[in-house]
């Protein structure tokens, strides 16, 4: 099992980056996938999660009407379309994919190795 993220990079405040996900090795069909981030010194924490098969999402409340979590069915790979990014948002973001949809760390199974979003003021 595979989750490879990409996409990080450094943005200006307000500007946009799109992270991808892209999953491998499994059966991913059934499962929920989440984005978590990790800022220094703090606790990683939750951002956005999608069912594959339904395809509902949920979302940090710092993050709803700003960032879209989607997915590609026939690319096996969920996106993290970030927009009005902040310096608040500045950490390293990972993906993650579990069998029952949550927002904790402890929830998920798989982990990818993360991306680093630096968003300068």
């Known amino acids: 099992v595979q989750l490879q993220a990409s996409g990080g990079g450094l943005v200006q405040a307000g500007g946009s980056r799109r992270l991808s996900c892209a999953a491998s090795?499994?059966?991913?069909?059934?499962?929920?996938m989440g984005w978590f981030r990790q800022a220094p010194g703090k606790e990683r924490e939750f951002v956005a999660a999608?069912?594959?098969?339904?395809?509902?999402?949920w979302y940090e409340d710092s993050v709803k009407g700003r960032f879209t979590i989607s997915k590609d069915n026939a690319k096996n790979t969920v996106y993290l379309q970030m927009n009005g990014l902040k310096p608040d948002d500045t950490a390293v973001y990972y993906c993650a994919a579990g069998w029952t949809y949550g927002s904790n760390p402890w929830e998920y199974d798989y982990w990818g190795q993360g991306t680093q979003v630096t968003v300068s003021s």
């Open positions: 090795g499994h059966n991913f069909s059934s499962y929920y």
């Open positions: 999608i069912s594959w098969s339904a395809g509902t999402t």
